[in-house]
């Protein structure tokens, strides 16, 4: 991924980190076919497609677990009411009675800490990336929202130098060092009531792991 964004003012997006070439299946795949293709690429889930790359599901993992888990087991009428889907899925074969669907998709203008939101909230390990037609550009996955952590240390500090500081005019006297990823402010600041803003702006930067404020008044 690029050391810094496009426009250094600018969050990274989903298409900075995204992977282009996405391993998918249609609708008609069969369930084997699935999980040979889940081994070769060492990938967690597949877009299921339809027509020209429109994603219409995602098969995962846990869709095709329940095949084994209820291999030898004989359900209660509690576990039947429960777990309806999963017994349906144990019955599957096809990626379109696997598949989740409507799948859980994010746009390529999408910014990392909004992809990282929805993973939390819909609890998806990655996320389809479509255009607005809902056709497939890409797919993101937790580790590609987590490569910013691997800027170094000194992009960072000149992307806060370049941006941070140089829109904060008041805090010219201080001083920035980033080591393993942890800000370190010191020097003056004579309004100590922008500690505060100060830290809030670096660590919006990407890449950014922690910000240690040391900073005296003149």
Not at 91 to 100: D, H, I, Q, R
Not at 112 to 139: C, F, H, Q, W, Y
Request: hydrophobic share 45%; net charge negative; aromatic share 2%.
């Amino acid at each position: 991924m690029p050391d810094s964004p496009p426009d250094a003012s600018s969050p990274y997006k989903v298409s900075d980190v995204m992977t282009h070439t996405v391993i998918t299946v249609g609708r008609k795949a069969p369930f084997k076919e699935i999980v040979e293709l889940i081994d070769e690429w060492k990938v967690s889930a597949l877009p299921v497609l339809e027509g020209k790359d429109r994603v219409v599901g995602l098969v995962s993992e846990a869709d095709l677990l329940p095949k084994e888990e209820f291999r030898d087991d004989d359900p209660t009428r509690i576990d039947v009411a429960r777990r309806l889907a999963d017994l349906a899925k144990a019955g599957a074969v096809s990626a379109e009675e696997l598949m989740t669907s409507p799948a859980v998709t994010v746009h390529a203008d999408a910014t990392l800490a909004e992809a990282a939101r929805v993973m939390a909230r819909r609890r998806v390990k990655r996320l389809p990336v479509v255009d607005n037609s809902g056709l497939l550009l890409g797919i993101v996955s937790r580790a590609d929202l987590l490569k910013v952590f691997l800027r170094e240390d000194e992009h960072i500090a000149d992307e806060i130098r370049g941006t941070v500081l140089a829109e904060l005019p008041a805090v010219s006297e201080v001083t920035v060092s980033v080591t393993g990823g942890v800000v370190t402010v010191g020097g003056a600041l004579r309004d100590r009531a922008l500690v505060p803003v100060l830290a809030r702006a670096i660590r919006a930067v990407e890449g950014v792991v922690d910000v240690e404020m040391d900073v005296t008044q003149p």
